[in-house]
């Protein structure tokens, strides 16, 4: 599986961005996917997932209400609406997915064995 993230840019505080994470080559064993990010000084976090069967969404405590994980099927493409930003936003994002297992633990890097190269947000006036 190959992931190519893309959408993230300079917004000003208050903007809104949405990511996107186009999936290609063999997707069948995906169950779900993921975002996360790192920001400048502190560990790469997890942001958001989503199951690719079902559509059930997960998201990080402190970023529910903010952001909106979505999938299109058809385009195998994950999309990652971010509202209301902060420079307290500003980072590197990661799309990444995930293999079939029986235990997903959506927020859990070492779930995901593909991963993107990351799109650059940056919140700043």
């Known amino acids: 599986v190959q992931l190519q993230a893309s959408g993230g840019g300079l917004v000003q505080p208050g903007g809104s961005l949405r990511l996107s994470c186009a999936a290609s080559?063999?997707?069948?064993?995906?169950?779900?996917m993921g975002w996360f990010r790192q920001v400048p000084g502190k560990k790469r976090e997890f942001v958001a997932a989503i199951r690719w069967y079902d559509g059930s969404t997960y998201y990080a405590l402190a970023l529910e209400g903010r952001v909106t994980v979505s999938k299109d099927n058809v385009k195998n493409t994950m999309y990652l609406q971010m509202n209301n930003l902060s420079p307290e936003d500003t980072g590197v994002y990661y799309c990444?997915?995930?293999?079939?297992?029986?235990?997903?633990?959506?927020?859990?890097?070492?779930?995901?064995?593909?991963w993107g190269q990351g799109t650059l947000v940056t919140v700043s006036s």
């Open positions: 990444a997915s995930a293999p079939w297992r029986p235990d997903y633990e959506v927020d859990k890097e070492p779930e995901y064995n593909y």
């Open positions: 080559g063999d997707t069948s064993d995906v169950l779900g």
